[in-house]
């Protein structure tokens, strides 16, 4: 499974990002992609995921309402839209995929996925 992440920046507290992640390599076609993030001297934290096979999804709570996963087919990237950020948004942002499709929105919390790709930065500053 190859995972390409892009989008990060520097962005004004209110303002939006749109990451995506290009994901490959998956030998079914039920399977999780997810956004991960850390802030420095934080622990990494389940953002948003979305399942391939029937496109449920799951957001954190601190993100719900803001954030938006997307993805038009198997084809096109997945897309994280990040509306009204905030400067505790910032952070590395990992785009990371699992084969078993471990996404549901009545997860608690997002459990860590086996494939990883690159992270991206995102700074919410003034």
């Known amino acids: 499974v190859q995972l390409q992440a892009s989008g990060g920046g520097l962005v004004q507290p209110g303002g939006s990002l749109r990451l995506s992640c290009a994901a490959s390599?998956?030998?079914?076609?039920?399977?999780?992609i997810g956004w991960f993030r850390q802030a420095p001297g934080q622990e990494r934290e389940g953002v948003a995921c979305?399942?391939?096979?029937?496109?449920?999804?799951y957001y954190s709570t601190a993100v719900k309402g803001r954030f938006t996963i997307s993805r038009d087919n198997a084809k096109n990237p997945v897309y994280l839209q990040m509306n009204n950020l905030e400067p505790e948004d910032t952070a590395v942002y990992y785009c990371?995929?699992?084969?078993?499709?471990?996404?549901?929105?009545?997860?608690?919390?997002?459990?860590?996925?086996?494939?990883w790709g690159q992270g991206t930065q995102v700074t919410v500053s003034s």
């Open positions: 390599g998956f030998t079914t076609d039920d399977y999780a």
């Open positions: 979305i399942r391939s096979g029937n496109g449920q999804t």
């Open positions: 990371a995929g699992d084969q078993d499709p471990i996404c549901h929105s009545a997860y608690p919390t997002l459990p860590p996925y086996s494939d």
